[in-house]
């Protein structure tokens, strides 16, 4: 577990280095240097993030006598893709909530379906194709990502554009 420190530390301070070169050789160039600066900040946590991931993901993989601890680990790291996605279409929700002041599961619901599209690719590519799995994943986001286009189109013309010049009456 020490190499790990050391690895995390040598990272630390490789892109600490960066951002101070980068601070100050190039951010006088800008011309909102609070906001760049703020995003090289987050550029640099992310990049830091990353690569800690990967250093417990490499580790976990090779070192662990635990074999037990060493699943959980890659569980956790393996499920971070699924966690993201949940956590961006609970902040859409939550955008749309604030911005209208009603709860509007419509675009959840629609991104539910493209999921749930995305998940019959894989299983209909996996039975009939010998892609990778990566091949196939990538082809299941971008078939899910459609058929989500395609339903919120369909919603968008056909519902919302219908019923928007309607009185109560008709």
């Known amino acids: 577990m020490g190499a790990f420190w050391l690895d995390f530390g040598i990272a630390a301070a490789i892109l600490f280095v960066a951002y101070n070169i980068f601070k100050i050789f190039f951010l006088k160039y800008f011309k909102n240097q609070a906001k760049v600066k703020s995003r090289v900040i987050n550029l640099i946590v992310f990049l830091l993030i990353i690569y800690t991931f990967v250093i417990v993901y490499q580790t976990a993989q090779a070192k662990f006598d635990d074999r037990a601890l060493a699943y959980m680990i890659l569980q956790f790291i393996n499920q971070i893709p699924n966690i993201a ?78 019923s928007k010049d309607k009185t109560p009456i008709g």
């Open 85 to 162: 996605s949940l956590a961006l279409a609970t902040t859409a929700i939550v955008l749309i909530y604030k911005t209208s002041t009603t709860t509007n599961f419509a675009q959840s619901m629609m991104a539910t379906f493209g999921a749930y599209s995305a998940a019959k690719a894989v299983q209909y590519i996996g039975a009939n194709y010998e892609w990778s799995t990566t091949t196939t994943v990538i082809v299941a986001l971008f078939a899910g990502s459609f058929v989500a286009f395609l339903l919120g189109v369909f919603i968008d013309t056909v519902i919302i554009r219908y």
